[in-house]
């Protein structure tokens, strides 16, 4: 499920139970997080119910509510050797006196809270959390500044049901020979038919081949086999595609493995919306589709630390991070000029990319935003189809430069090799 919606629904559960307390329940979460496990209500209830029961006891102040990924469980978490990424959580009581030992109180109450027992007690709460996989503590690593922490199992980095190893079996015909110098890849592939061609081209053109049924086997494989690459199908679900990316690139221990995403998709229109950035592979054959696995291969990837995408539509949005993904970097994204300079001022990225129309707005009030942030970071202007006098525009209020949305690969390279300019 999404976190993001699950922290707002529990806010939206406990607003009866704030009553007139001057106590503000503020939520903070990046713009995407991979799914989490678990069942929506009740995962939100058990979040409602210590939200609720730290802000009763609050009395005044505010509550942040905070969600991140983490690569490794915290010191704390307890929860031994089982795999992560993890989802956290953190309930942050601030400016109204509340100790780690108060929170530790806490979390031990049996009574309910709100009136007709509306919202869950804590101690009901965690169990509602451990029954999912979940864990919840105390952390008062900065003195004076405790709060609730919550670790939650990711969709995407959950351990597989079933025996992997019957996929082995299934693919052992298609394995090299020890001793052959082909490269191993993995292949996430839902549809079963296609997973199997896939497999079988891709072994006769000399690679090893391990694939996945679904995403939730990818990261148990990739710790496993140590694939010189990963493919994904960006049609996945449960995990999408996405997630699996993004879990993998936490997980310190298979961070460095290249991820390539590509698509099956035969609906013309499908295709021609997922080529609006040339990065997606159309396995028609396997020409192109090896092509792209050797240009991944054998990269040479000097990335920015960080990109920073502000698009406001979120297919088009989407697409991007994934392109800009599978180059090796990292990416934030943001759907509007607002949640962007927020963001440029938290992160710090290293290039911020800029639908042209949203850099127009208000007289290039983002541009501006920017600049006032900083001088040196490049920021540049992209649009489906831009006049060479809007593009000077956006330059003479602020941008590095300007290129068409579908050039975007362009731009990455010359950027990283220094070659972008106004």
Same mark, same amino acid.
């Given at each position: ?47 409602? /119910? ?32 089982? *795999?992560?990424? %993890? ?49 919840? %503590? ?14 939650? *199992? ?116 499908? /295709? ?92 290039? %009030? ?42 975007? *690969? ?7 090799? /220094?070659?972008?300019?106004?």
């Amino acid at each position: 499920m999404d976190l993001p919606r699950v922290i707002e629904q529990a806010i939206d559960q406990i607003s009866s139970t704030l009553g007139d307390r001057p106590v503000s329940v503020v939520a903070e979460y990046p713009a995407h997080l991979p799914a989490v496990d678990g069942d929506l209500d009740r995962l939100a209830g058990a979040l409602a /119910g210590l939200i609720a029961a730290t802000v009763t006891r609050a009395q005044h102040g505010e509550v942040v509510v905070r969600a991140a990924l983490t690569p490794e469980p915290p010191e704390g978490a307890h929860v031994g050797s089982e *795999p992560g990424p %993890w989802a956290q959580v953190s309930i942050a009581p601030r400016g109204n006196g509340l100790t780690a030992v108060m929170l530790e109180a806490l979390l031990e109450e049996t009574g309910s809270i709100g009136e007709a027992d509306a919202v869950l007690a804590p101690a009901a709460c965690l169990e509602a959390l451990r029954a999912i996989g979940g864990r919840a %503590w105390v952390d008062d690593g900065v003195p004076g500044m405790p709060e609730i922490r919550l670790l939650l *199992p990711l969709r995407a980095a959950s351990s597989p049901a079933a025996d992997v190893s019957s996929l082995q079996r299934t693919l052992g015909e298609h394995l090299s020979r020890p001793g052959d110098p082909s490269r191993h890849l993995l292949v996430l592939v839902d549809e079963d038919r296609l997973r199997q061609v896939l497999a079988n081209e891709l072994a006769a053109a000399g690679y090893r081949v391990v694939a996945a049924r679904n995403g939730s086997e990818v990261l148990s494989l990739a710790r496993e086999d140590e694939p010189d690459l990963i493919l994904l199908d960006i049609l996945a679900r449960d995990p999408t595609a996405f997630d699996v990316a993004m879990v993998l690139k936490q997980d310190p221990r298979v961070a460095r493995i290249p991820v390539l995403f590509m698509t099956s998709v035969g609906d013309p229109e499908a /295709g021609m919306r997922m080529s609006a950035v040339d990065f997606v592979v159309r396995p028609t054959g396997t020409g192109a589709l090896i092509t792209a696995i050797e240009a991944a291969l054998n990269a040479v990837r000097q990335p920015v630390a960080r990109v920073l995408v502000v698009e406001s539509n979120d297919k088009l949005r989407e697409t991007m991070v994934l392109m800009i993904q599978s180059q090796g970097y990292r990416v934030t994204e943001a759907s509007g000029p607002e949640e962007a300079l927020v963001l440029a001022e938290r992160v710090q990225p290293g290039l911020v990319l800029v639908n042209a129309g949203l850099a127009q707005e208000r007289d290039y %009030w983002l541009l501006r935003g920017l600049r006032q942030i900083s001088l040196d970071i490049p920021v540049f202007v992209l649009a489906e189809a831009l006049t060479d006098a809007e593009g000077k525009a956006a330059v003479r209020r602020g941008a590095s430069g300007y290129t068409e949305t579908d050039k975007l *690969p362009d731009l990455l390279t010359r950027v990283r090799d /220094g070659r972008a300019k106004p």
